[in-house]
């Protein structure tokens, strides 16, 4: 039994490895189970390189038909699970064919590769980037190794950033009007603003204030659409009165939030959205709802 288990082994190891792996910047990423890993972070046009290892196990030799590296970005659709959309697709050869006695290495190089989305893994779908190893054979499965990496993209801070004002009421109960003091923000900003009450005439038991992400799949009848409230942020507790101002200011660093992505290659969409919640005595609802625009900024600027 033990020999049949071990007959399904591959005949070695295969290691990747990057050029700069040592000085590089890793980032937590979360696996298909639910665990997290660290991976290497890239941006856009970054080279990518290094070394491919594979080592036979002792007393076994690898025959092959020829050994290559693709670089893939990927898209995958939960409801279409284990179906991957290639938008990136570069191939490197490494070997001709022939067999493999001791460790051998192969470097090799994709430069200044265009990455133009972000890794992400949401509800309901994933977008990843992998090194993807296969020494090909015949007559038996060839031998596959996977690197996942990450991709993050980085956005100038923008010359126009014009703050949203809004008035929100119900006729001859509520009147108020709320401002934030822009309407695009970086993952690590504060939402600063105020509420201002023209008229109230219910009692209001509380205000609070949240932050939304919206992921949009797919598209026509097979759109899905998950909302997410990611953060609640208690504005205000007990009744206000007329002539009443609250402040507002809100630290987004807490939270894990991604920038918006709009129409990722015809698969996704995520937006955010800062929703303001009033909660009346009787426990009623009113709520307004506002989309931002959430980018990342270089981490020095």
Do not use: W
Not at 82 to 93: A, C
Not at 208 to 232: F, H, Q
């Amino acid at each position: 039994m033990n020999y049949l288990i071990g007959a399904f082994k591959p005949p070695c190891h295969i290691k990747i490895i990057f050029a700069d792996a040592k000085t590089r910047k890793q980032v937590s990423i979360k696996k298909e189970n639910g665990q997290t890993t660290m991976v290497p972070l890239f941006q856009s046009q970054e080279t990518i390189g290094g070394e491919v290892s594979i080592e036979p196990l002792p007393g076994k030799k690898v025959e092959h038909i020829g050994v290559k590296i693709e670089l893939l970005g990927q898209i995958e659709l939960y409801f279409d699970r284990g179906n991957f959309y290639d938008f990136t697709s570069l191939v490197r050869e490494l070997d001709i064919p022939g067999e493999i006695y001791e460790r051998k290495a192969y470097p090799f190089e994709f430069s200044t590769v265009e990455m133009p989305y972000e890794s992400y893994n949401g509800v309901n779908v994933r977008l990843r980037y992998i090194l993807k190893v296969t020494i090909s054979r015949n007559y038996v499965s060839n031998i596959v190794e996977y690197q996942e990496f990450c991709v993050r993209n980085y956005t100038p801070t923008p010359t126009i950033n014009n703050s949203i004002k809004m008035e929100v009421g119900i006729e001859d109960c509520l009147h108020i009007e709320f401002e934030y003091n822009k309407s695009k923000y970086n993952l690590k900003d504060v939402i600063i603003g105020k509420i201002y009450f023209l008229l109230v005439r219910i009692k209001i038991k509380n205000m609070e204030l949240e932050i939304r992400r919206r992921e949009s799949t797919g598209s026509g009848p097979n759109t899905y659409v998950e909302t997410e409230t990611l953060a609640k942020f208690e504005l205000m507790d007990g009744a206000p009165v007329r002539g009443e101002s609250i402040p507002i200011r809100l630290f987004l660093s807490p939270y894990e939030l991604t920038p918006t992505y709009r129409n990722i290659n015809n698969k996704f969409s995520v937006k955010y959205y800062l929703n303001l919640v009033l909660v009346d005595e009787e426990d009623r609802r009113y709520f307004k709802q506002q989309e931002i625009t959430v980018f990342r900024l270089l981490e020095n600027q």
